[in-house]
DNA sequence: TAAAATTAAATTGTACGCAAATTAATTTTG
DNA sequence: CAAAATTAATTTGCGTACAATTTAATTTTA
């Protein structure tokens, strides 16, 4: 009689919250994973993994504002600010002012944050080795995250809903 | 001339380096996007999602030392340490030194830590209604995460050995 | 068995990541 | 056009993460 579970409204049982049986724990792990896999590749730059992502966005386009790289890496000011500073100590960006809008700050690479992006393929060829995955494979994990990342957002925004 | 890539080496196009393109910024937003979605849900119990994991892991397997959650969680003491007595501080665990080996902490529910498991099946269902997925779909995409992080840790285990 | 090596936690220092408060500049609007 | 509202960054405070060091206990081994 108290073996069986409490209600049987939902009925999942134990092995339900198991660690192995989560979504969330396995993107959680692959996360850490790529965090170390990245660490020997960017310690010779003396960078680190979120400062190499916001290289990446300044790659594809230079002298966006602090909000703009915070929309492509979905990062706020209060996580950037500090990083920013620290790339452009690192020597790897300039950050000035927008004469136009004072308020804005534009990040901009430097000579030496431009030449890194030859490193960047190098980086790049590794860790596709280091996932053993095919491009096709990468290709559709990479989407199915995508997909899920934005339902999740959604379902954030529904729950913001002042209803 | 100059308009061609330089090495014909890789002949990677730039668009290679585009943050959508990447495998570990989709493993990396999908991360954040649960934690967002995560949140409200444990706000409620003061729990952030870290500790959250160790309680999932001590509601399988109660008792464990400190070391043994670490190797469950993928966390190191540096870690745990501190998070371990924010849970204790918090009430959900006690912490006690193994009699049969001092060095060992041993980290155990409390009453209100096994009474929260009921709660986390709420949880668990509204995660599952918020990431939009079949059973079917998260089961795959957890196991191909699951490989990844394991491909990824065994070339991390290939970069070190001394050869 | 005493010294050396190993092990488990805790501690220290650096860097995210985010919420909340602050500051300064720009828009809105009354 | 001046006050109010909004916006962009910065700052502050808390909680991970992780490397490196420290402390204490246990094993090894000489």
Redesign the interface.
């Known amino acids: 009689m108290t073996t069986k579970a ?1 209600k049987s409204e ?1 009925a ?1 049982p ?1 092995e ?19 965090n ?3 660490k ?1 590749l960017l310690d010779r730059f003396g960078l680190t ?1 979120p400062q190499y ?1 916001v290289l ?2 300044l ?2 386009q230079d002298g966006m504002t602090v909000k703009r790289i915070g929309e ?3 990062l706020d000011s209060g996580t950037l600010s500090p990083l920013l500073k620290r790339l452009e100590a690192a020597g790897y960006v300039g950050r000035m002012r927008d004469p136009a809008d004072e308020r804005q700050v534009i990040v901009s690479l430097t000579e030496n944050g431009r030449r890194l ?2 490193e ?3 980086i ?2 590794e ?1 596709g ?5 095919s491009l096709a ?2 290709g559709e ?6 997909r ?2 934005e ?3 959604d ?2 925004a529904e ?1 913001t809903q002042t209803d």
């Not at 979504?23 to 850490?32: P, Q």
């Not at 994990?141 to 995508?146: C, E, K, Q, V």
Request: aromatic share 10%.
């Open positions: 409490a939902d999942l134990d339900a919250l198991a660690l192995g049986q989560q979504l969330c724990f396995a993107v959680y792990s692959a996360t850490h994973a790529f170390r896999a990245y020997p993994y992502l990446l966005a790659w594809q492509e890496l979905g992006k030859i960047a393929f190098k790049l060829a860790i080795r280091a996932t053993g995955c494979e990468v994990l990479r989407d199915a995250l995508h899920l990342t339902r999740l957002a379902s954030q729950g």
